[in-house]
């Protein structure tokens, strides 16, 4: 024992969550976890090995999909605790095994990522994404790094005035926004990225967010690009496009800024590919 705890706890603090406590928690706790706080605290202390199906839903409580050399890593831990020594471990799983490690680059984008991350509470997102002008609000202060006025927002986000105070009176009485002085509002979380929940019972809410930016997106946004292909491919050349893509969302998140910019806005920038006929 010993070596998968240390791999979860340096992935867990890197995915910000700073405390064993906040993981479990902030991730719902019991509600969540097939276990107590308790035994996961026993994990981490590298007394106890969880079930394969309990160690997959704490990798899915990071909210972070972990690189090529982070499943690695946290693979090999568990199947070296599994092993009980190395003699073994080598007998059974070290030839199976290959050390895929991602570039220098990409584990720079997931640490920056990570380290910026405030993960939101199950009630807090619920709250959020409760309806489309709470979400805007929030979703507008958060990217910034000044105050605004419920009038400023509510011109920049085409509502009513008096839904923009409404809302924002019920994100601060959850300490998602702030009130100052002049009646204007802030976001509490100094510049960080809020990372949804990304347990089961929180897809929904996901799945309601996803919504609320598609028609927004679609009513008020301006259309940079609009490019694709349809092209037959062997299924490893699609792989491979899907990775390329998914890198260059990374890499543009990890640019996110708060201050002012040069002709700054909110960009909505999104990545599709299906696989439609088999053929």
Known sequence: ??????????????????????????????????????????????????????????????????????????????????????????ALFSPYLGNTQDPPHREAVKSLLGASSYNLTHDQFELIVSDAVTFWCFTALSSVSTAHTAAGLAEALGQSEDKVV??????????????????????????????PPADAPSQGLVEKMQAFIKDYSARRGKVLLNAGTFVRLESRAALEAVGALKETISTTSARALRDSGEDAALFSIETIVRRVVDL
Request: net charge positive; aromatic share 14%.
């Open 1 to 90: 024992m010993g070596h998968y705890n240390r791999e979860l706890v340096r992935l867990r603090e890197g995915a910000g969550f700073t405390t064993a406590y906040m993981f479990y928690h902030r991730n719902g706790g019991r509600r969540v976890f097939p276990f107590t706080y308790a035994y996961y605290l026993k994990v981490e202390h590298g007394d106890s090995l969880p079930k394969p199906k309990w160690a997959a839903s704490i990798l899915a409580g990071l909210r972070t999909r972990p690189s090529e050399t982070d499943k690695y890593r946290l693979s090999r831990a568990y199947l070296l605790d599994l092993s009980e020594n190395a003699e073994v471990f080598d």
């Open 166 to 195: 409404r809302a924002l009176d019920r994100l601060a009485k959850k300490k998602l926004v702030r009130k100052l002085a002049g009646k204007r509002y802030e976001c509490p979380f100094d510049g960080r990225y809020c990372s």
